[in-house]
């Protein structure tokens, strides 16, 4: 269907106006005609559009001058040849699916600029198509579709949603890609059983809070946008695989994007980021990063590796490991003098986790679940009256560690905590293990040798031996965190 304007129609604002026009300057239809140079048919016309026919540009534009108003007005939108009969056509479209209770319907393509209410009894309806045509808006009426799993609005003209798309509690994918959208209704964070939310090439500057209740959300396209921050609520998105959001002005990152662990793909290029959070090491199924276009954060193509561009077309993206190991790499040769590393070591269940609970909130959870992948935690300390320091405490999961993309992150200029457990007899060769490995990743940092859950198996180490062999141990203390036995010590020491 012809998109090119053949003739203008009166909008039923513009109606107004030229009646309003018409009745000031006491005008007949024969005397505008008359003074426009046009016919007195032509005229009626335009002050007739339920009469569906068109004038030209040169007759409306003759008119409007005689009634001292401009074309614009009297047409808010062009009207372009097809749309009044678009309208009819969806119309008719819609009431024989309403009549034969269809449950798929095509609208797409229509130049439609509005959408005929009826489409709310399209009680059966399963999948609606109303791309690429001239929405601005959509009814409230779009809300009763109770069986809609799939809209697709991408290429229209909306800038706004009604509150009512809410109510669509079955839409599992929604496609809202190529709008003028500036906003988001809170009742988006209603529809718990999408999976899919493209809402790329809008125009976004921010989110609601309530975007965080989708939680059945696998797919999340908000590239091309402008949002220049990023809420906490995104961390709840636990079923997140693949997140996109190039192409904004994204400065910082929330810490809690670290609770995605299930992200396979995110795309952040295109973005001014001037720092990553540490927590981007929590995602262990990461396989595609694109931090291309982040000048500030220094790291070269190089390491990027391919973009995503390239690699759609075959390319074999760069190892998230690496990238965010080289990264955090710069950044300790940059950290600020007030901030430090404390990172725990040791087999899984020796109680490294419960250990940084009872340092930083003093508690301790008889039942505490075994870490996946790493936690990070700010431990704000006061050295003494002047001076605060915050140590970044990195706690891995026992398993996790023997991981060799972890390993990386047993860096220099870190204190570490070797946490052991009494295991009748092995003791010692434990602690070689470990201090082996921190030997070899750590370089010369200081490290301090925990022997926990002392009240219910005392134990010792061979201290003099192993303090021989690796010098860089400051310090062997027996703790306990459920009786808190030593905490104080070790609190000191560190
Ligand atoms: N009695 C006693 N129990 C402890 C102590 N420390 C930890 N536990 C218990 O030991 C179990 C494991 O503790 P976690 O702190 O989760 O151990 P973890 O080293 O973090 O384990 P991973 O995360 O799997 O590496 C939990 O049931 C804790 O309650 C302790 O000092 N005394
Ligand atoms: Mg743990």
Redesign the pocket.
Known sequence: MSSKPRGFMASPEGLQKLEAAKASLNLSFAAIAKQAGVETDTVMRLFHPSWEKRVSEVSLAAIARVLTVTPREITAVEVHSSNSKAFALAQRRIKTAIAYRSTNLDLSRLELTSLPNEIGQLNDLIRLDLSQSQLTSLPKEIGQLNNLAWLDLSQNQLTSLPKEIGQLNSLTRLDLSQNQLTSLPKEIGQLNKLTKLDLSHNQLTSLPKEIGQLNSLTWLDLSKNKLTSLLKEIGQLNNLTDLDLSQNQLTLLPTEIGQLSNLTDVGLDHNQLTSLPAELWQLNSLTNLFLHENDQLGVSVEILGPTRKEVNSGATPAKPADILNYYFRIQDDRQPLNEAKLILV??????????VNRLIHNT????????EGINITQWPIQLNQSEDITLHVW?????EIMHSTHQFFLTERSLYLL?LNGRQGHEDTDAEYWLELIQSFGGDSPIIVVL??V??HPFDVNRRALQQKFPNIREFIQ?????ETGIDTLRTAI
Do not use: R, Y
Not at 346 to 355: E, R
Not at 364 to 371: H, M, N
């Open positions: 040791g087999f899984g269940a020796v109680g490294k986790t419960s250990l301790f959870d008889q039942t505490s679940k075994k870490t706690d891995f999961g026992g398993q946490v926990n859950k009240a219910e703790t306990d965190c459920d009786t």
